[in-house]
């Protein structure tokens, strides 16, 4: 089994790459805290805190949050960012499926984008479902692409064009909306709340294409970095054939959406 996968690499870029509207952040702020039924003497943990990205707009409304990440150089950008502030948070170098707390520890438990991320992550969801105080809740995210964007049928390509290298290049977790969901539904039943939606960027083929060269994305950290470059010229040769010239735009437009179980 493939080990869950850290962020080391990614510390540089990683706050410009995901980057989201601050109207967005406010809007997922504002949905921890009321789902949560927060107050400033609730516990609240991130699963993979990074750099702070989710979490920062929560320490600044004054409640105090625990972090568990693998990467440290992540967790010390979040630590450069709160530097000689008042703001209360407690960081753990640890796997999502061995999370270092008793159970029924936190008020509120969320994790954006992680289980894709994590081996054995359906231990992990179970592991997090263990630390939710009775009357509290879990809110999980999935990344989505949509299917049919020229961003999903690149990246599908490479995919294959890696299977006849034999390599596979699947992330260690969960492989998609439907698999997670099913799995939290085993937990208790999951209401879906859609909190933003926005477009993104206007992006091209050709810089999609750049994109994945330059292995900024987790989905192509599977590939070893030697051969990744052998698969390009059959990639673009690929989408050139598809789209019928690299300077095809696109609008990508993004959702984020909880699902949300609450502990009886």
Not at 19 to 35: F, H, Q
Not at 162 to 174: N, Q, T, V
Not at 206 to 217: A, D, H, N, P, V
């Amino acid at each position: 089994m493939s080990a869950s996968l850290g962020f080391d690499r990614a510390v540089s870029y990683y706050d410009k790459s995901r980057a989201i509207p601050d109207w967005v952040s406010s809007a997922v702020t504002d949905s921890i805290i009321e789902l949560g039924k927060l107050t400033p003497r609730s516990r609240v943990l991130e699963i993979g805190i990074g750099t702070g990205r989710i979490a920062l707009p929560v320490l600044k409304r004054g409640l105090p949050v625990w972090g568990i990440d693998l990467s440290l150089g992540m967790m010390a950008e979040l630590q450069t960012k709160i530097a000689n502030r008042d703001l209360c948070v407690t960081l753990a170098q640890a796997d999502a499926n061995a999370l270092p707390f008793p159970d029924a520890s936190f008020d509120c438990v969320y994790a954006v984008h992680v289980y894709h991320l994590v081996a054995n992550w359906q231990k992990a969801v179970r592991d997090a479902w263990r630390t939710v105080k009775r009357g509290g809740c879990f809110l999980v995210t999935y990344h989505k692409r949509d299917p049919q964007s020229p961003n999903a049928k690149l990246r599908r390509r490479l995919f294959e064009l890696a299977k006849e290298h034999g390599i596979d290049a699947r992330r260690p977790g969960s492989q998609s909306y439907d698999e997670l969901r099913s799995e939290l539904d085993k937990l208790s039943p999951t209401q879906l709340v859609e909190i933003a939606r926005w477009l993104e960027r206007t992006v091209t083929v050709s810089q999609i294409l750049g994109e994945i060269s330059k292995r900024l994305f987790s989905d192509t950290w599977m590939i070893p970095e030697n051969v990744l470059p052998q698969l390009m010229p059959s990639l673009r040769d690929w989408a050139q054939r598809e789209f019928g010239r690299l300077d095809y735009a696109v609008r990508e437009e993004e959702e984020f959406s909880w699902m949300v179980l609450r502990k009886a």
